[in-house]
């Protein structure tokens, strides 16, 4: 059983940068790939990043390509999403998740969620 604890969110001005961590426990973090996904008041948990657990592939949600970036530090049993150029529309519940194998990584087919952590972005 793995579990998940997001931590990192808060408030921020429109433009600002917030660093999204996750830190993993119970199970070999390295062997699993790892997302994040956030949802805002109203709607669907979307997809936003994900990156592989055998090569460190990355993948992106359009509406945050070139802004925000995943990455992990196996050593640290830790995954990041450094998040720049913050828009009101990326307010939500960022959550993290873990899945032990490297497909359809942008769904939400994942093994283990965290229970989440709120950005806000003022304008």
């Known amino acids: 059983q793995v579990q998940l604890v997001e931590s990192g969110g808060g408030l921020v001005q429109a433009g600002g940068s917030l660093r999204l961590s996750c830190a993993a426990s119970?199970?070999?973090?390295?062997?699993?790939?790892m997302g994040w996904f956030r949802q805002a008041p109203g709607n669907e948990r979307e997809f936003v990043a994900a990156?592989?657990?055998?090569?460190?592939?990355?993948y992106y949600a359009d509406s945050v390509k070139g802004r925000f970036t995943i990455s992990r530090d196996n050593a640290k049993n830790t995954v990041y999403l450094q998040m720049n150029s913050l828009k009101p529309e990326d307010t939500a519940v960022y959550y993290c998740?873990?899945?032990?194998?490297?497909?359809?990584?942008?769904?939400?087919?994942?093994?283990?969620w965290g229970q989440g952590t709120q950005v806000t972005v003022s304008s």
């Open positions: 998740a873990a899945k032990s194998n490297s497909r359809l990584v942008t769904s939400h087919l994942y093994d283990y």
């Open positions: 119970g199970g070999t973090f390295s062997s699993y790939t």
């Open positions: 990156i592989r657990r055998s090569d460190g592939g990355t």
